[in-house]
C-alpha cells in the first residue's frame, strides 16, 4: 500500500471530515482514455456476449437445417443400411441442440437481486453473471465444434459404406 503523504481535515456543513492522501505516481496522458475504454468495455461485455449468442444461434439452425436436408432429401442414407447405423447420422445434431440450449441460456435475461447502495454487491453480482454467461457461451461454441466434428465424421463413414 502507498505511504500517505498527507492528511488534512476539511471542513464542510459543521462536520470535520479529514481526508487521506495517498502518494502515488503520476498520470499519464492518456490515463482518462483508458479509464473510459475500461468504463466501455464493463458496460457492453454482456450484450456484447448476448449478441455472440445470437449470431451462435443462426449458426446452429443454419448447421442442422443444412445437415437435416442433406440426410433426409438428397438420400445420403442408402435404403440397405442397418437401423443402428441409419441412428448414428442423427448423433451430430444432439451437441448442436445443447449448443442452442447454452445459447438460450446466454440470451435469458437473470432477475439479479442487488443494493444498488453497494458498489462491492454491484461488482460481485456483475462479475458473477458476465462469467456464466461467457462460461455458457463457451461451452455452446464447443459443442457446436464437436457436432461439426461428428458430422465429418459421418461424411466419411458413409463415403466408406
Known amino acids: 500500500m502507498s505511504e500517505v503523504v498527507e492528511k488534512k481535515s476539511v471542513e464542510a456543513v459543521g462536520q470535520s471530515i479529514e481526508e487521506v492522501i495517498y502518494d502515488s505516481p503520476p498520470s499519464e496522458s492518456d490515463d482518462d482514455l483508458w479509464l473510459a475504454q475500461g468504463a466501455k468495455m464493463l458496460e457492453e461485455s454482456v450484450p456484447g456476449v448476448r449478441n455472440a449468442a445470437s449470431e451462435l444461434i443462426k449458426a446452429l439452425g443454419l448447421l442442422q437445417t443444412v445437415y437435416l436436408g442433406i440426410l433426409g432429401f438428397a438420400k445420403f442414407i442408402p435404403e440397405n443400411m442397418e437401423v443402428y447405423n441409419k441412428a448414428l447420422f442423427i448423433v451430430p445434431i444432439i451437441p448442436w441442440v445443447v449448443a442452442t440450449y447454452y445459447c438460450l441460456r446466454v440470451m435469458k435475461t437473470d432477475i ?7 458498489p462491492t454487491d454491484i461488482r460481485e453480482k456483475a462479475t458473477i453473471l458476465l462469467e456464466d454467461k461467457q ?6 461454441f464447443i459443442l457446436l ?14 463415403l466408406h459404406v
Open 135 to 140: 462460461s455458457n457461451l463457451e461451452n455452446a
Open 145 to 158: 465444434i464437436a457436432g461439426i466434428v461428428m458430422a465429418f465424421v459421418m461424411v466419411v463413414f458413409r
Open 112 to 118: 439479479v437481486r442487488i443494493n444498488l447502495r453497494s
